[in-house]
């Protein structure tokens, strides 16, 4: 799911976006990145309900991902002007992308859960927003 949901945002967001990577790269980061804003999809929780049957698995599971997004802009260092486009001109695409979107067959569509900021340094912003998507779990029983 998470490589549909990258694929997505790469078809749908970009721009404004100038990249989108999955957690391998976002673990491997060493420095921030040259130019922004860029963003990585990441899964954040799956929580199941409990199993319907004996004989085999069938459960619904709600899966939670995150859209970790950063933005530096180069006309302050404060991070007033990051603000703003971010919020007038990141953030829309990314949501239009993803909310409404079915990313596989069997799962739902997508719905906003929450935006936040999660830290602001030398004029660069980093922003979480989180989606989630219900779909069944099958399988045969061991």
Partial sequence: MLRRVIARLKEQACPPLVDVDGLAAFA????????????????AS????????ISRVEQTVTS?????????????MRGDAAAVELTE??????RRAIVNWRPQEGFGRFAF????????A???IDWEERFVTTGLMFGEAA
Avoid: C, F, K, Y
């Avoid at 939670?64 to 302050?76: A, E, K, M, N, P």
């Avoid at 001109?89 to 990314?94: A, E, S, W």
């Avoid at 859960?113 to 602001?120: E, Q, Y």
């Fill in 46 to 53: 799956d929580a199941a309900q409990p199993n319907r049957h």
């Fill in 28 to 43: 491997g980061l060493t420095a921030p990145p040259p130019r922004t804003p860029v963003a990585w999809v990441l899964p």
């Fill in 122 to 124: 030398e004029g660069v």
């Fill in 113 to 120: 859960v929450s935006g936040r900021m999660l830290r602001i």
């Fill in 64 to 76: 939670t991902i995150s859209v970790l997004i950063q933005h530096r802009s180069r006309r302050d």
């Fill in 89 to 94: 001109d990141i953030l829309m695409p990314v």
